[in-house]
């Protein structure tokens, strides 16, 4: 009796709506929020007073929150087509996850729209839009020659009247996927299994093509957002490393999500430690493409020497960068990679979500070094000051609004599809088939 037992197939219960704790996932998230952004306004009086940067360094702390908070967005909307394509089991944990992620959209436009604010704070190019002022600033040793050129050369791609259109371009294809997956998402529920079929090969269709359209759109977004922070650098693998970068950051955000959910039906009967370690190598892959990318390109540009990409990279190792740069290494890199080497840990769901949460902040650091020796006062000089705080207090303002508004996005529809083709089997009680 109990061999038969074992062997039924779960049930899933009849209400697939979000637990009830999400709520009090989203009221966490609120108060974090409201105490950072309260602490980041105060660091930017005491900014102000020490070296009259407190609003500047609180726009570049904005634009790491921003980039922070869209990459698990977007990244969202395009693991969501990624899985479209690509079929598997994990589909049916993350979709709903993934589907609620895009739908943070609208938030991540009123974030882009603070950056867009501070424009002339964060972009050389949006304080010397003409040559003449370009002239004027070189003459005054506020830019150098090599600025000064990249000015005057990129002036018709980075300008701010450029900027805003290729911007609300983008969100307005981000949104159109957005709008439409989650439409036919939540038609699919409400047809019966007779036509899965039918609705794999659209969803494949528009995937497909959106995949390529997305990483266009996010390469442009990229380069006119963090890139062009830095008018002298360029780089053709800039994009992919950030396409990469939201990957390693969205699978690690729902495998938390996950995770956190199986606490509670439906998840408690779906979440099964099978797909839970299949994330875990998923997630891994992951590491290794971002290390394998960064790390070429580093090699590339060191080994060629040249003045005009090498000082990039200068700007980020000297001046006491070097501490930042092997602890983003072993952050970023070293130990999400030894820890996810181990069988154990993946199945583990304490464990891996440990993990997951330490490759979010790690994803926040890299965009740290990546953005902050931009700026004339930090380049080659990390030095301790009010306004580095805030880039600890406004991401994490920045991130746990967007928590709550994903909450919030997480409890509009069932957490399950009922007429996926590997429902029955995610059905099947563990090692059912050794």
């Known amino acids: 009796m109990a061999h038969d037992a074992i062997s039924h197939d779960k049930q899933l219960p009849a209400d697939l709506g979000a637990p009830a704790f999400v709520d009090g996932w989203k009221s966490r998230a609120l108060i974090v929020g ?13 900014g102000n007073a020490q070296d009259h940067l407190g609003f ?3 726009y570049r702390a904005w634009a790491l929150g921003t980039m922070v908070t869209w990459g698990l967005c977007v990244g969202g909307l395009a693991l969501l087509m990624v899985q479209y394509c690509s ?3 994990w589909g049916l944990l993350l ?4 589907e609620a992620m895009s739908r943070t959209l609208p938030l991540i436009v009123i974030y882009w729209l603070g950056m867009a604010a501070g424009m002339k704070r ?3 190019w949006a304080q010397y839009t003409n040559a003449e002022a370009t002239a004027k600033a070189l003459k005054a040793g506020v830019i150098n020659e090599l600025q000064a050129h990249c000015l005057d050369f990129k002036r018709p791609m980075l300008n701010p009247d450029a900027f805003l259109s290729v911007s609300f371009l983008c969100f307005a294809i981000w949104g159109f996927y957005t709008w439409r997956l989650n439409a036919l998402g939540l038609k699919r529920d409400s047809e019966g299994p007779e036509t899965t079929p039918y609705w794999i090969k659209k969803l494949e269709n528009i995937s497909g093509p959106g995949i390529v359209v997305y990483a266009i759109t996010m390469t442009a977004a990229a380069i006119y957002w963090v890139m062009s922070m830095d008018p002298t650098w360029y780089s053709s693998v800039y994009g992919l490393l950030f396409l990469v970068g939201q990957g390693y950051a969205t699978l690690a955000f729902s495998i938390i999500v996950a995770v956190s959910l199986s606490k509670a039906e439906p998840f408690k009967t779906i979440l099964r430690q099978t797909e839970q370690h299949d994330l875990g190598k998923l997630t891994f892959a992951f590491v290794m493409l971002n290390i394998y990318l960064a790390f070429g390109q580093f090699l590339i540009i060191w080994s060629g020497n040249l003045p005009d990409e090498i000082n990039w990279y200068l700007d980020r190792i000297r001046g006491g960068w070097g501490v930042i740069i092997t602890l983003d290494f072993i952050f970023h890199w070293l130990i999400p990679f030894t820890m996810l080497l181990s069988r154990d840990l993946k199945r583990n769901k304490k464990r891996i979500v440990r993990v997951c949460q330490w490759m979010i902040f790690a994803r926040a650091f890299d965009m740290f070094w990546l953005i902050e020796p ?5 380049a080659r000089n990390l030095h301790f000051s009010w306004g580095i705080l805030e880039y600890i207090a406004v991401p994490v303002a920045l991130f746990s609004f967007w928590v709550a508004y994903f909450c919030t996005q997480l409890k509009t529809r069932p957490l399950v599809q009922v007429n996926d083709p590997h429902l029955a089997e995610i059905l099947e009680p563990e090692h059912v088939h050794a």
């Open 34 to 46: 409201g105490i950072s952004m309260c602490i980041a306004i105060l660091l930017i009086f005491l």
């Open 56 to 58: 500047d360094h609180f």
């Open 87 to 89: 079929g598997g089991k």
């Open 95 to 98: 979709r709903r996850p993934l």
């Open 122 to 124: 964060i972009y050389l």
């Open 374 to 378: 931009n700026f004339k006062d930090a």
